[in-house]
């Protein structure tokens, strides 16, 4: 995997800064990674946004950080390492994870149950991703099919 970096794009600052408390703000990481999976090599980009005060987020911009950014996913039901069901307890939180085709497609559940689907950092590098394999694949074939998608 390739170091994490902080992403810079045109226009935009890096370290976007909270209107309510300009001291405190956020920056978005970024990670290119390959993915193997049923015979093919894909190149996919895993993307975090990291909170913090804006004075410790300016130093990520000039230095990559080690570890990995990992996706997290779990069932509805599933016990949640406590700080992650902290951060799904956040109502916004809980439907920004729901694991979707896109913004307005249908969601990929298993067994009924809905898949949560989050990105976050590991410092160590030595967590691997958590997936979930999806099971209604016909609902999604056919909201494509529908939606020219």
């Known amino acids: ?25 956020y920056v978005i990481l970024e990670q290119s990674a390959t993915d193997y999976s049923l015979g093919w090599l894909n190149e996919i980009t895993k993307t975090h946004i990291m909170k913090g005060k804006v004075k410790l987020l300016q130093k990520l911009v000039e ?14 039901s599933e016990d949640k ?21 896109c913004k307005d497609g249908p969601e990929f559940t298993f067994q009924g149950e809905l898949i949560l689907r989050i990105t976050d950092y590991d410092p160590t590098g030595l967590l691997s991703d958590k997936t979930v394999k999806h099971d209604n694949q016909d609902e999604i074939d056919e909201w494509k099919r529908n939606n020219g998608k």
């Open 81 to 101: 390492p406590q700080r992650i069901q902290d951060y799904l307890d956040n109502e916004k939180n809980y439907e920004a994870s729901i694991k979707r085709l």
């Open 63 to 76: 230095n990559p950080l080690p570890g990995n950014l990992i996706v997290c996913e779990y069932l509805e």
């Open 1 to 25: 995997m390739n170091k994490i970096q902080v992403r810079v794009q045109k226009d935009k600052p890096a370290v976007t800064a909270f209107k309510k408390n300009p001291e405190v703000g």
